[in-house]
């Protein structure tokens, strides 16, 4: 009997330290942050501290339910986890640091024009709102505002309930994937102009092709389209250089340079087709698949997902998802490059 009554007072120890740990995780949240995305899905971001001698934590996820759910530690590596209902079990015996990640829809509603974030939080965060959004009222003062790189709104936020209301003017979402697309179609004419030697402004269909691309990753889609069509239209007007006459050694320039066109030609030809087909023999592949294709085509058949990510403008995990299956249907290929996942279209 002594024996199972310290058996019994060991293990309601061990559930009361445990029961501790879960009751103060939420006070171990560094930080908590909402990226809002023009459809209403929102990606969720928590980097918080645990303590290293306990095998794992739980925590409530906030907006559950969860999707594209990620967990890892401070190096990136994936840690185990369960999950039932709103409630996340992740077995970190030995780790410090975790960071969770992932998707909901459940933190957004929308009434008529406007959209509306809200959340109730054990710790102030920060929520990203979309791009060109429009703060119509917000539940208690912020208690910082900024403006991120790309125009985007930054508000800190006390804990507790807390409630923003935001427009976002309509077409906002299919001027991106119009901005992309002439983006692709600019490229396409300077390869072209580039295989056929019409270089003779050149150079403006390039740069405007440069400014189109920047104006896009600050998440000003209008004037990158803008851009993308006047790159188009400067490589359509290119012209090939006139002649002159030529020494030994410009002729023997010249037939490298042939050389080098044919082979742009052979390769803009190869590069145009694959993407085609691609599209042919998968027609099952939904726009955000089809886009993270022509992103990798556009950079020249390869791109780290960083990139893809910043250029689509889309949730971490949801890359990482679309990627993964690109990968399992042997259309990408992925590689480790110092530690960042490096994506290649296949042959």
Do not use: C
């Not at 012209?239 to 320039?253: C, D, E, G, H, V």
């Amino acid at each position: 009997m002594r024996r199972i009554a310290v058996l019994l007072v060991a293990l309601t120890t061990m559930v009361g330290l445990a029961q501790a740990q879960i009751y103060t995780l939420y006070n171990s949240i560094e930080e908590l942050t909402f990226v809002v995305y023009t459809d209403g899905v929102v990606h969720v971001s928590i980097k918080l501290y645990v303590n290293e001698t306990y095998p794992a934590f739980s925590l409530r996820i906030i907006g559950s339910p969860a999707v594209n759910l990620l967990v890892t530690d401070s190096s990136g590596t994936l840690l185990n986890f369960d999950l039932e209902d709103a409630n996340l079990t992740v077995y970190t015996l030995g780790v410090s640091e975790v960071y969770v990640e992932y998707d909901t829809m459940n933190l957004t509603h929308k009434e008529g024009i406007v959209w509306s974030f809200a959340v109730d939080s054990p710790v102030r965060f920060r929520v990203i709102l979309p791009w060109n959004a429009t703060v119509v009222e917000l539940s208690d003062a912020p208690l910082t505002v900024t403006t991120l790189q790309d125009d985007r709104i930054m508000l800190e936020m006390p804990e507790g309930s807390q409630n923003v209301s935001y427009v976002i003017p309509p077409g906002v979402t299919d001027l991106r994937y119009e901005a992309l697309t002439a983006i692709a179609k600019a490229q396409e004419a300077i390869l072209k102009a580039k295989a056929e030697g019409r270089i003779e402004g050149l150079e403006d269909a390039e740069r405007l092709l440069t400014e189109a691309r920047d104006s896009y990753e600050r998440g000003d889609y209008l004037e990158a389209k803008q851009m993308a069509l006047e790159a188009y239209d400067a490589a359509e007007k290119a012209k090939q250089p006139l002649t002159q006459m030529f020494t030994r050694y410009a002729t023997w320039i010249m037939g490298v340079g042939v050389l080098t066109v044919v082979a742009a030609a052979v390769v803009l030809r190869i590069r145009r087709r694959r993407i085609e087909r691609i599209f042919r023999r998968h027609p099952w592949l939904d726009e955000d698949e089809k886009n993270v294709l022509k992103i990798l085509w556009i950079k020249g058949g390869a791109a780290f997902e960083s990139d893809i990510r910043e250029s689509l403008e889309l949730p971490k995990t949801t890359v990482w998802r679309i990627v993964k299956k690109l990968e399992s249907e042997g259309l990408v290929e992925i590689e480790k490059v110092q530690g960042r996942n490096y994506v290649r279209l296949r042959a």
